[in-house]
């Protein structure tokens, strides 16, 4: 098992660039969680999907912020336009139930320059 | 809702020391409790978890921790800190249940090792 798959492992863009990072769960995780972590906020729940549906979006901070997951093994989170308090580390994690906990991925260092 | 709480955004051991991480959660219903690690430029590991039984629970690297319930706490322990220890700890709690899903994170805590 290869685990939970984060793409790019470092960004670095333009103010006002559109951004998409990329997750791939672990297989048969029916859960996909979204975080963002800054030194000053810790780690943020930005949303979640059951079963490759929405449930929860409460903590995306913005309309510049959008996630999607067609299927089961992938899904995005876009930023357009970007900007410089974006900047984080964000990672996906998966789970199937929270009896195992979360499976994290390495995370996405994003700079917005 | 539940919460958690750690006790020290940073704590400071010298190498063979005891390391002792604390954490408090709230919950109205009986919990599941986890500790993750966060090495630098890592994601989060899962350290250990308790979910029903004994409430002392073994995990990697040599970490303990003990469920509490009369003092809603579930701390971290290491008998003899390692320099590989250095991370960032975060506790998680979750309600048990059908259905459940959800961990609420503590605010994580540093810890830095002393040779």
């Known amino acids: 098992d290869a685990g939970v798959i984060q793409s790019p492992r470092h960004e670095v863009t333009e103010m006002g660039q559109e951004v998409t990072l990329r997750c791939k769960p672990i297989s048969g995780h029916d859960y996909l969680f979204w975080y963002r972590q800054t030194m000053m906020r810790g780690l943020e729940l930005l949303i979640y999907f059951n079963n490759n549906v929405p449930i929860d979006d409460s903590g995306m901070p913005e309309d510049r912020f959008s996630a999607k997951m067609p299927n089961a093994s992938f899904s995005t989170l876009k930023i357009q336009p970007s900007e410089p308090r974006d900047s984080a580390v964000y990672f996906c994690a998966s789970s199937s139930t929270v009896f195992y906990g979360y499976t994290f991925g390495s995370g996405t260092r994003l700079t917005v320059v | 809702a539940q919460s958690v709480t750690q006790l020290g955004s940073h704590v400071s051991v010298s190498e063979g020391a005891l390391v002792l991480l604390r954490c408090n959660y709230s919950?109205?219903?009986?919990?599941?409790l986890f500790w993750y690690v966060q090495y630098p430029n890592q994601g989060l590991q899962l350290l250990l978890k308790y979910t029903t039984g004994a409430t002392l629970v073994k995990g990697i690297n040599g970490f303990e921790a003990e469920f509490k319930k009369s003092e809603t706490s579930f701390h971290l322990t290491k008998p003899s800190a390692h320099m590989s220890d250095a991370a960032e700890y975060f506790c998680?709690?979750?309600?048990?249940?059908?259905?459940?899903?959800?961990?609420?994170f503590g605010k994580g805590t540093k810890l830095s090792v002393i040779p």
């Open positions: 998680a709690v979750s309600d048990q249940g059908a259905g459940s899903y959800q961990l609420t």
């Open positions: 919950s109205s219903v009986p919990p599941y």
